[in-house]
């Protein structure tokens, strides 16, 4: 089943309230999500800043029918692009009545609650038919200081590393030269750099308040000459927030503080180093995403070919706004209020909120993606093979996408400090043409060929094929294998990307052997940008496997798989850069500001960083499923099902993440039902195995995989169960619990990126204990 992974509603994601699909571990944007067999508009903020996805919460849940997954990669007839695989989201349609469905659900601990409801309506007759489905979801926050242990950037006291941050308050100040901490910061707060750490943790959301409400409409007609006009239209709005400490301050922002100033005790003119206005409250953002489908098409028979066409408009348009209660602090305004005298930014002082309002600010940034698509595609049978028929598909597609990410004024003039400040334009159109044939070779032998035409208008022309074979030797045993190549252009936000902003925490270890100064690890900031140089990714695929069927009542497949992408293109590893660039003082790439004294290198003031194209990344693995149903007679049925996903490598340049942080071997869900009269009860059992804890052990840019030193975050099991009850042929009720035993997410000290509260965010989550009930009713 490869592996399914979301993030949104967390406050490192620019795509807040936002959810993606990765199979294989490989990323967003090595999956293909298609709904009803057609791409979709990409979202309009990019995921953790740098990748284009599709939002899969546009997509109202109460009109999905099935997920298809298909997992061999690199499809010939979806797109090369799908180098993992393809999600195909196939929506419910023949409906014939109304169905309301309301859902209601929350923890038992932390305040965090859900709230959805449904209306699916629908009505068939010979010629036509219609449908329009209406979904709503409403969550309430879950914030940070809720959440005990996993709620603080200082995770010493539990065993982890403590990453809060040198941006304090009280803060620290340039004087004469020297970092010095404000007088009144505590003793246990003053780090070896002379910083007055803050711990941001309690500051932020698990899960942001967020509202959705979306609408499907889906129309057919079968015209007397035998072809079916149909027509899709859907649109979705979804409202979030995201939240983050008060704004954090560095040398960047250059403040400074008279020496004439009332307040100021080292009675001259100091420069402030890291400072954080923690009196002007925490930031919040408030984002609005606005989603529209619409899709028109005819399709029918002629002779004994089938054949479909349709054009297809996408838009994906959000809006955040942050306003002057929001805590968005100018740094100007800020300046002015100093060298006024109004605003003391020393000894942890709440200012007058007068003047906070004075040095705040109202923020808008705003994005917009657009998908213009048409194509054709007729299927049946070309030609005879001896006594057997040779099947074709065939088809050509067009499309045009753009995106663009605008961030206010005030970010671009440098005047914002201490968030992602996103910028991204880019660009794209594309023709494609591709053909398949299903050609029997001999009874119960099958041979699949395929190959795709894309001509890109940035990255020129590929041509992709695929080769599958299916030999069922007998009736119960299937036997399959396929192999095909992919190619993926960089997406919109790898190429179109501006300067944006994030941090990382490290030990700069050079400065600090310079100074003879103990390390800390500190965040410092990374200026990330697109990189119109990089090259597309080629990607080879195979996958071996079997199905064995004895009877219909069990049911056991075994697949390889095996992906190899060259050209790859990532993140510039950090510890490379730092260890290329860092130890030299006129360095443009890991700027420093002017040193101190005698010192040979000054504080890093920031790092610029781009995407690359390594040279190689290879990933294989065992997926395995099992499903058996075994009859009690009087007592109902039992099913029980089996999927297993055994990560066998996970290999970059030469290096085996496999068992290292965030990449474990082992996952697996069991799942059991009973189904007896009117009552329904399953049981999920999921199960996510150890890995190594934080890759860079000593936090000094250079991963330790191979030191043998670091710490396993251990497994996890979840156990989730649910009953229903049909009480009429028209009425249904659920109980639910997920996470039964309240299960917390293992400790992981974490990689000083995104992970800093003592687990690991891409593999766990906190929630905790969730109980829910659902209720629905037909007419």
Same mark, same amino acid.
């Given at each position: 089943?490869?592996?399914?992974?979301?993030?949104?509603?967390?406050?490192?994601?620019?795509?807040?309230?936002?959810?993606?699909?990765?199979? @294989?571990?490989?990323?967003?944007?090595?999956?293909?999500?298609?709904?009803?067999?057609?791409?979709?508009?990409?979202?309009?903020?990019?995921e953790g800043i740098t990748n284009s996805f599709v939002d899969i919460n546009s997509i109202p849940v109460s009109a999905i029918e099935r997920i298809d997954i298909l997992k061999d990669g690199a499809s010939?007839?979806? *797109?090369?692009?799908?180098?993992?695989?393809?999600?195909?989201?196939?929506?419910?349609?023949?409906?014939?009545?109304?169905?309301?469905?309301? *859902?209601?659900?929350?923890?038992?601990?932390?305040?965090?609650?859900?709230?959805?409801?449904?209306?699916?309506?629908?009505?068939?007759?010979?010629?036509?038919?219609?449908?329009?489905?209406?979904?709503?979801?409403?969550?309430?926050?879950?914030?940070?200081?809720?959440?005990?242990?996993?709620?603080?950037?200082?995770?010493?006291?539990?065993?982890?590393?403590?990453?809060?941050?040198?941006?304090?308050?009280?803060?620290?100040?340039?004087?004469?030269?020297?970092?010095?901490?404000?007088?009144?910061?505590?003793?246990?707060?003053?780090?070896?750099?002379?910083?007055?750490?803050?711990?941001?943790?309690?500051?932020?959301?698990?899960?942001?308040?967020?509202?959705?409400?979306?609408?499907?409409?889906?129309?057919?007609?079968?015209?007397?000459?035998?072809?079916?006009?149909?027509?899709?239209?859907?649109?979705?709005?979804?409202?979030?927030?995201?939240?983050?400490?008060?704004?954090?301050?560095?040398?960047?922002?250059?403040?400074?503080?008279?020496?004439?100033?009332?307040?100021?005790?080292?009675?001259?003119?100091?420069?402030?180093?890291?400072?954080?206005?923690?009196?002007?409250?925490?930031?919040?953002?408030?984002?609005?995403?606005?989603?529209?489908?619409?899709?028109?098409?005819?399709?029918?028979?002629?002779?004994?070919?089938?054949?479909?066409?349709?054009?297809?408009?996408?838009?994906?348009?959000?809006?955040?706004?942050?306003? @002057?209660?929001?805590?968005?602090?100018?740094?100007?305004?800020?300046?002015?209020?100093?060298?006024?005298?109004?605003?003391?930014?020393?000894?942890?002082?709440?200012?007058?909120?007068?003047?906070?309002?004075?040095?705040?600010?109202?923020?808008?940034?705003? *994005?917009?993606?657009?998908?213009?698509?048409?194509?054709?595609?007729?299927?049946?049978?070309?030609?005879?093979?001896?006594?057997?028929?040779?099947?074709?598909?065939?088809?050509?597609?067009?499309?045009?996408?753009?995106?663009?990410?605008?961030?206010?004024?005030?970010?671009?003039?440098?005047?914002?400090?201490?968030?992602?400040?996103?910028?991204?334009?880019?660009?794209?159109?594309?023709?494609?043409?591709?053909?398949?044939?299903?050609?029997?070779?001999?009874?119960?032998?099958?041979?699949?060929?395929?190959?795709?035409?894309d001509d890109y208008s940035d990255f020129g022309t590929t041509t992709n094929p695929k080769v599958a074979l299916r030999w069922a030797p007998t009736d119960e045993i299937t036997v399959r294998g396929s192999w095909a190549q992919g190619f993926r252009a960089p997406s919109l936000?790898?190429?179109?990307?501006?300067?944006?902003?994030?941090?990382?925490?490290?030990?700069?270890?050079?400065?600090?052997?310079?100074?003879?100064?103990?390390?800390?690890?500190?965040?410092?900031?990374?200026?990330?940008?697109?990189?119109?140089?990089?090259?597309?990714?080629?990607?080879?695929?195979?996958?071996?496997?079997?199905?064995?069927?004895?009877?219909?009542?069990?049911?056991?497949?075994?697949?390889?798989?095996?992906?190899?992408?060259?050209?790859?293109?990532?993140?510039?590893?950090?510890?490379?850069?730092?260890?290329?660039?860092?130890?030299?003082?006129?360095?443009?790439?890991?700027?420093?500001?002017?040193?101190?004294?005698?010192?040979?290198?000054?504080?890093?003031?920031?790092?610029?960083?781009?995407?690359?194209?390594?040279?190689?990344?290879?990933?294989?693995?065992?997926?395995?499923?099992?499903?058996?149903?075994?009859?009690?007679?009087?007592?109902?049925?039992?099913?029980?099902?089996?999927?297993?996903?055994?990560?066998?490598?996970?290999?970059?340049?030469?290096?085996?993440?496999?068992?290292?942080?965030?990449?474990?071997?082992?996952?697996?869900?069991?799942?059991?039902?009973?189904?007896?009269?009117?009552?329904?009860?399953?049981?999920?059992?999921?199960?996510?195995?150890?890995?190594?804890?934080?890759?860079?052990?000593?936090?000094?840019?250079?991963?330790?995989?191979?030191?043998?030193?670091?710490?396993?975050?251990?497994?996890?099991?979840?156990?989730?169960?649910?009953?229903?009850?049909?009480?009429?042929?028209?009425?249904?009720?659920?109980?639910?619990?997920?996470?039964?035993?309240?299960?917390?997410?293992?400790?992981?000290? *974490?990689?000083?990126?995104?992970?800093?509260?003592?687990?690991?965010?891409?593999?766990?989550?906190?929630?905790?204990?969730?109980?829910?009930?659902?209720?629905?009713?037909?007419?």
């Amino acid at each position: 089943n490869g592996t399914f992974s979301t993030r949104g509603n967390n406050q490192d994601s620019t795509a807040n309230g936002s959810a993606a699909v990765s199979l @294989r571990g490989l990323g967003a944007d090595a999956t293909l999500v298609l709904i009803n067999g057609r791409r979709v508009a990409i979202s309009a903020f990019a995921e953790g800043i740098t990748n284009s996805f599709v939002d899969i919460n546009s997509i109202p849940v109460s009109a999905i029918e099935r997920i298809d997954i298909l997992k061999d990669g690199a499809s010939a007839i979806y *797109g090369s692009d799908a180098v993992a695989g393809v999600v195909n989201v196939i929506l419910k349609k023949d409906i014939d009545g109304i169905e309301v469905n309301l *859902g209601y659900g929350g923890t038992d601990g932390p305040n965090y609650e859900e709230t959805t409801a449904s209306i699916v309506w629908g009505t068939t007759s010979a010629k036509s038919s219609a449908s329009v489905i209406i979904d709503y979801f409403k969550n309430t926050s879950l914030s940070s200081d809720e959440m005990g242990r996993l709620g603080t950037a200082n995770q010493s006291p539990y065993g982890g590393m403590d990453f809060r941050s040198s941006r304090g308050f009280p803060g620290s100040f340039d004087v004469n030269g020297v970092q010095t901490p404000d007088p009144s910061c505590p003793t246990d707060q003053i780090s070896s750099s002379n910083s007055c750490v803050f711990d941001y943790g309690p500051f932020g959301y698990i899960a942001p308040a967020s509202e959705r409400v979306g609408a499907i409409s889906q129309f057919e007609y079968r015209f007397d000459n035998g072809i079916t006009g149909f027509l899709e239209i859907a649109v979705q709005h979804n409202s979030s927030v995201a939240a983050g400490a008060p704004t954090p301050l560095d040398k960047d922002a250059g403040l400074t503080v008279p020496g004439s100033h009332p307040n100021n005790p080292f009675g001259q003119d100091v420069g402030i180093n890291y400072f954080r206005t923690v009196d002007a409250g925490a930031r919040q953002w408030d984002i609005e995403s606005d989603t529209m489908r619409f899709v028109a098409g005819l399709r029918g028979e002629f002779n004994d070919w089938s054949w479909e066409t349709a054009v297809q408009k996408g838009r994906s348009k959000s809006l955040q706004t942050g306003d @002057r209660s929001q805590g968005w602090v100018r740094t100007d305004f800020l300046q002015q209020e100093i060298d006024a005298g109004n605003y003391n930014p020393f000894g942890g002082t709440y200012n007058d909120p007068a003047v906070i309002d004075r040095i705040t600010t109202s923020l808008v940034r705003q *994005g917009e993606s657009h998908m213009t698509s048409f194509d054709a595609n007729i299927s049946g049978e070309a030609f005879s093979f001896g006594d057997d028929v040779v099947m074709m598909a065939a088809g050509i597609e067009y499309r045009e996408e753009d995106v663009t990410d605008t961030p206010d004024d005030q970010f671009q003039r440098g005047l914002i400090f201490g968030t992602e400040a996103v910028s991204a334009a880019a660009e794209r159109d594309q023709y494609a043409a591709y053909v398949e044939f299903s050609i029997p070779l001999a009874e119960n032998l099958e041979l699949q060929l395929a190959g795709r035409y894309d001509d890109y208008s940035d990255f020129g022309t590929t041509t992709n094929p695929k080769v599958a074979l299916r030999w069922a030797p007998t009736d119960e045993i299937t036997v399959r294998g396929s192999w095909a190549q992919g190619f993926r252009a960089p997406s919109l936000a790898q190429v179109g990307l501006g300067p944006s902003e994030k941090s990382q925490f490290f030990k700069d270890n050079y400065r600090c052997d310079a100074t003879g100064l103990d390390c800390d690890a500190l965040d410092y900031n990374i200026e990330f940008a697109g990189n119109p140089d990089l090259e597309a990714e080629e990607s080879e695929s195979w996958n071996v496997g079997f199905i064995w069927a004895p009877t219909t009542d069990f049911g056991l497949s075994v697949d390889v798989w095996s992906i190899t992408q060259d050209n790859k293109i990532d993140e510039q590893e950090f510890g490379p850069i730092y260890n290329s660039e860092c130890n030299n003082q006129n360095s443009t790439v890991c700027v420093r500001l002017p040193p101190s004294g005698t010192d040979s290198l000054g504080t890093i003031q920031k790092i610029f960083s781009t995407f690359e194209n390594v040279s190689s990344q290879e990933v294989s693995g065992v997926d395995i499923s099992a499903n058996y149903n075994h009859s009690l007679d009087d007592l109902g049925l039992l099913k029980f099902n089996l999927e297993w996903a055994y990560q066998d490598k996970f290999e970059k340049d030469g290096r085996d993440y496999t068992g290292e942080y965030g990449y474990p071997e082992h996952r697996w869900i069991f799942s059991t039902n009973w189904e007896i009269g009117q009552f329904n009860t399953n049981m999920n059992i999921s199960y996510v195995g150890e890995f190594e804890d934080t890759p860079d052990i000593d936090f000094d840019g250079n991963l330790d995989f191979d030191s043998n030193t670091s710490r396993t975050v251990d497994s996890q099991v979840l156990v989730d169960l649910q009953t229903s009850y049909r009480i009429t042929e028209s009425a249904k009720v659920s109980l639910g619990v997920n996470n039964l035993f309240d299960e917390e997410p293992p400790f992981a000290i *974490g990689d000083g990126d995104s992970d800093l509260y003592g687990y690991a965010s891409g593999v766990h989550n906190p929630r905790g204990r969730y109980i829910y009930t659902k209720v629905s009713f037909s007419f």
